[in-house]
């Protein structure tokens, strides 16, 4: 059994602050170490009741070289490195492909938008006020499912702060298991528990979606085709460079789309457009 792990950071355990989530933040080295656990807590749980399965880890935030590899647990091997579009077409599920049964999505968080949302954002905060697929306002729990589910893999754990249950539950098929790290206050606040208990949560969660995916309880997310994925950017400059990106349509003044056969597809178009909308390269990309 292979199982493919996207790991985002602003919903482990313990992380509600900037400075726990980029390089040079005060916090950061310690940041890091929380990832990596809520990440292995995963593994060991699946392990339980797959004890063959095999594992590759998407280190899916910001710079992409988050997760401390030589504390990762044996089982998993990870894919490392900035989501250049040109190195990571497909962002924070780089590294899927339909040689996998089932993914989880660790510390992940809720989407551009959410009201009191712990660090939500989609994609890339600085530019992404909303993204839809097929009309739906989605986060990236959603996007990644879509991007998994063109392999038929079903997602059987999200694990994130409590505001991203229900955005999960109302944007991939129902029967994965939710692991709640903390509960949020706001933006930047939230009430956390400690690694001993999450980690021992997560482990639970990700034996138990194991267990559902062997007894076929599990669905891949599979957007209607062909799929359109649409986002809305904060300012018309953003969308002007965007839409200079291959395969995109100029909705309005700030709102760019892409069409395509596949999820895939439609991801890496967006994911190229959403880069190039940069004012700059920032320092994640490089
Ligand atoms: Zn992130």
């Known amino acids: 059994m292979k199982i493919f792990i996207s790991a985002d950071m602003e919903g482990v355990t313990g992380i509600v602050h900037r400075d726990q989530l980029m390089p040079g933040g005060s916090l950061y080295e310690r940041g890091r170490k929380l990832m990596t656990a809520d990440i292995n807590a995963a593994i060991t749980g699946a392990l339980r009741v797959a004890p063959e399965a095999e594992f590759v880890v998407c280190d899916g935030h910001a710079v992409m070289r988050n997760i401390i590899l030589e504390e990762l647990h044996e089982a998993a091997q990870l ?148 799929v359109t994925f649409e986002v809305e950017v904060h300012r018309r400059e953003m969308a002007d460079k965007a839409a200079q990106s291959p395969g995109i349509e100029r909705k309005d003044e700030r709102t760019i789309s892409a069409t395509a056969d596949t999820t895939i597809a439609a991801a890496e178009t967006m994911w190229r457009a959403v880069c190039r909308a940069q004012d700059q390269e920032p320092d994640w990309l490089k």
């Open 79 to 226: 894919v490392v490195g900035p989501a250049h579009p040109d190195n990571k077409p497909l962002c924070q599920s780089q590294g899927c492909d339909e040689s996998f049964d089932l993914a989880f999505f660790t510390g992940y968080h809720s989407r551009a938008g959410t009201k009191n949302g712990l660090l939500s954002h989609t994609w890339v905060g600085s530019t992404i006020s909303n993204f839809r697929i097929n009309g739906d306002l989605v986060g990236e729990t959603a996007i990644n499912a879509a991007v998994v589910g063109h392999w038929d893999i079903p997602v059987g754990l999200v694990s994130g702060a409590h505001e991203l249950e229900p955005e999960a539950q109302a944007t991939i098929p129902e029967g994965f298991v939710f692991a709640r790290t903390k509960q949020t206050y706001g933006f930047s606040a939230a009430l956390c528990l400690p690694p001993a208990k999450t980690g021992k949560l997560i482990s639970e969660a990700a034996a138990e979606a194991v267990k559902r995916f062997k007894d076929g309880k599990l669905k891949a997310h599979k957007p209607k085709l062909p």
